[in-house]
């Protein structure tokens, strides 16, 4: 073809002769490029489907035989869509150094070469459109201040990068070989139930955090042998497991999802490795400036959060249990004769008492509960997702280990009174940290009262 690459980057003067099906369909894909300036469509049906096209195009419509007009028309491109040899060989003698001249046959081959464009464009906008995002979420990445804000847009990010409505984001513990859920967006409160879950050897966890390439799933009805309740309770369909990895090891996993089956542009994964690259940067910044922060929000002899710290976490949580209607427990603690121990023994057994009964209760909590000291010889222990129930037992079995321990000389026993309150169990609203608390002391005031080494749980009445 004589048509020019200088020309095809400006415009491409195109007429269309034979407007039945084939005709109908280069036009409609000519129309979809801005380099295309279409001079005419011409058919001697006036009801051919190219006719009818032309005219909603406002593009001039020719009812005849258009040969003579050519000859007087500025044209690059004639399309014979006519099949008619006779009009075949009249255009080949009127082209001569006029225009080019493509039949059915080569009209294929135009056709294979403006998909492929037309693909190269669409993926370029998505590329270009995932940047965009992403410059956005390091926007946000740099302006969120606390460990949940971050949680929050980095899930977030992820689901604006793929367009998909729900996302989670857990965290990696290496001390303990765990995943612990940090953030969710688009999925039940129910969800939350299971924060912490460990990394079983040859699973699929295991799996992901083993690659540094995000895993696709259009469809996980293709997998019969994915069997996690959790994730197919929620109704998920489609899902991307996006591994969180810096150079010391696994930091999280990203996972987004959908409710329906989904099919992913080829660009998507080069964008999600670039925001796990995002995230991991995010995550390790906040884990520093947490490792820092945590000189002043600590107890320096347990090493447990501080009473400042409890008061500021309270704030968010009772929020959060009140909106979503999520049970919420505390436990206050006291050990039981603390200052005839300080007394009799001395401070440093005073000290080493409480460092091991630290020691003793982290042990038996979950590792997203948070127990911080309270005074001078009380504990407070704040438990999400939690009712009433579970926080009785919960502390009876913290009562039982403390009288277990033997931390005194002659193997003299020490022990620990508990009191229990729920969120739910306080009628009056709204519910500030500091009636919250009242509340549990009040519950360990009973305990103490009643001869001490046992757990009481508040009541309104």
């Known amino acids: 073809m004589r048509v020019q690459t200088d020309k095809l980057k400006q415009m491409v003067n195109v007429f269309i002769i034979g407007a039945g099906d084939g005709g109908k369909a280069v036009l409609s894909r000519l129309l979809q490029f801005n380099w295309f300036q279409i001079m005419g469509v011409a058919d001697l049906n006036p009801y051919a489907p190219g ?29 014979d869509l006519t099949g008619n040899p006779t009009v075949g060989r009249e255009l080949v003698r009127i082209s001569e150094n006029n225009f ?15 998909q492929e464009l037309e693909e190269r464009e669409a993926g370029m906008k998505q590329r ?39 996302g989670s984001l857990s965290v990696y513990n290496p001390h303990k070989h765990q995943l612990f859920l940090v953030s969710t967006k688009g999925l039940s409160s129910e969800f939350y139930k299971n924060a912490v879950y460990p990394i079983r050897p040859g699973g699929l966890t ?22 996690n309740p959790i994730v197919l309770k929620e109704g998920i369909r489609s899902l991307i497991a996006i591994p969180l990895i810096s150079d010391k090891g696994p930091v999280g996993i990203l996972y987004i999802d959908d409710f329906e089956p989904r099919r992913f542009p080829l660009t ?20 520093v400036f947490e490792q820092i922060k945590d000189l002043s929000i600590r107890d320096p002899l347990t090493g447990l959060y501080n009473r400042r710290y409890l008061n500021k976490v309270l704030v968010s949580e009772i929020g959060r249990a009140l909106r979503l209607n999520r049970p919420l427990s505390l436990i206050l603690v006291d050990i039981d ?21 630290t020691e003793c209760f982290e042990l038996e909590i979950r590792p997203y509960d948070i127990l911080s000291r309270f005074g001078g010889e009380e504990f407070l222990l704040l438990m999400s997702e939690t009712d009433e129930h579970e926080a009785v037992a919960l502390a009876e079995r913290l009562r039982r280990s403390a009288i277990g321990l033997r931390l005194l000389p002659h193997n003299e026993i020490m022990s620990c009174s508990f009191g229990v309150c729920s969120l739910q ?5 709204p519910v500030s940290p500091e009636a919250f608390i009242q509340c549990a002391d009040k519950a360990l005031y009973r305990a103490k009262n009643a001869g001490r080494n046992q757990v009481c749980l508040y009541q309104e009445s």
């Open 268 to 287: 998507l994964s080069e964008s999600l490795k670039m925001l796990a690259t995002q995230a991991v940067i995010a995550i390790q910044k906040q884990q």
């Open 337 to 357: 004769h603390f200052k005839k121990i300080n007394d009799q023994y001395g401070h440093v057994t005073g000290d080493q008492v409480l460092k091991r009964l």
């Open 425 to 429: 169990d306080i009628k009056k609203r």
């Open 51 to 79: 006719i009818y096209l032309a005219r909603e195009a406002n593009i001039p419509v020719f009812l005849e035989n258009p040969l003579h007009l050519l000859q007087n028309m500025t044209i690059d491109l004639v399309f």
């Open 100 to 114: 080019d001249v493509a039949t059915g046959e080569v009209a294929h081959v135009l056709w294979d070469v403006m």
């Open 128 to 166: 270009l459109g995932e940047n965009q995002i992403l410059l956005e979420i390091s926007v946000m990445l740099s302006r969120s201040e606390t460990p949940d804000e971050i949680f929050q847009e980095i899930v977030a990010g992820g689901m604006r990068i793929t367009g998909m409505p729900a």
């Open 206 to 227: 295991e799996h992901i955090l083993s690659h540094r390439d995000p895993i696709l799933v259009p469809d996980l009805a293709d997998f019969p042998s994915f069997n």
